[in-house]
């Protein structure tokens, strides 16, 4: 057990379905991140959230839309995807966001059909 | 483009014989090092870290090397067990985009340890 809590663990959405992931930390960490891994790449880097204040991505598509409610919550909202975007999704934290390691949790398994 | 990399995708030892896992990264300026543990149906978990003004550091059964001069880290397991068997990652912490640093990591080395 890492401290960090993602619900659900798995999902199968269709592409014109909006769902959303949710990811928990109790921890007491102030910089939350949002990762994607797909089979056969690395884990990409979608989203940082820093005492809540989030750090530009303009690589990330807008179909994905993340929000940091409090320190403690995450959540990574799913609208109209692709095929292409069935993945692992990876929630993670750190006390801060600067060279520190990060506590990832268990992970959603999406399948967008 | 610079990228966190390694040298090989997989990696099969015997029981008891000691791993050897590396990566290679291209970014001069990174100062913070990590490896990861993935296992099957799991999130990765932290193994161990170094910092760029060391060259070794060591947990229990790992050893982590980092050579500056070639861009060089490795991840060394003594007498490996059936329970090393996982996905390897080794990330660098660099500069991300408008503010702050972040890690980002190589593809992963799988090990296999066969008893």
């Known amino acids: 057990e890492t401290g960090v809590t993602q619900t659900p663990r798995h999902l199968v959405m269709g592409m014109t379905n909006k769902k959303s992931l949710k990811c928990e930390q109790h921890?007491?960490?102030?910089?939350m991140y949002w990762y994607k891994q797909s089979a056969k790449k690395p884990l990409e880097l979608m989203f940082v959230?820093?005492?809540?204040?989030?750090?530009e991505n303009n690589s990330v598509p807008s179909r994905f839309s993340p929000e940091c409610p409090n320190s403690s919550h995450l959540f990574l909202h799913l609208h109209t995807l692709q095929p292409e975007d069935s993945a692992l999704y990876l929630c993670?934290?750190?006390?801060?966001?600067?060279?520190?390691?990060?506590?990832f949790g268990s992970g959603t398994q999406l399948s967008v059909l | 483009g610079e990228s966190v990399g390694l040298h090989l995708p997989t990696l099969s030892v015997q029981e008891g014989d000691n791993s050897i896992i590396n990566c290679a990264y291209s970014n001069s300026a990174s100062d913070y090092f990590i490896w990861y543990k993935q296992e099957s149906g799991k999130g990765p978990q932290f193994i161990i870290d170094i910092r760029s003004n060391m060259d070794k550091r060591q947990g229990q059964r790992v050893t982590v090397l980092l050579n500056k001069t070639v861009k060089h880290l490795s991840l060394q397991i003594a007498a490996t067990q059936p329970g090393d068997s996982a996905v390897y990652f080794c990330a660098e912490s660099r500069k991300w985009h408008q503010a702050g640093t972040a890690l980002i990591f190589g593809k992963g080395t799988t090990l296999s340890v066969s008893s």
């Open positions: 993670a934290s750190s006390q801060e966001q600067s060279n520190e390691k990060l506590f």
């Open positions: 959230y820093n005492f809540k204040e989030q750090t």
């Open positions: 921890l007491g960490h102030n910089a």
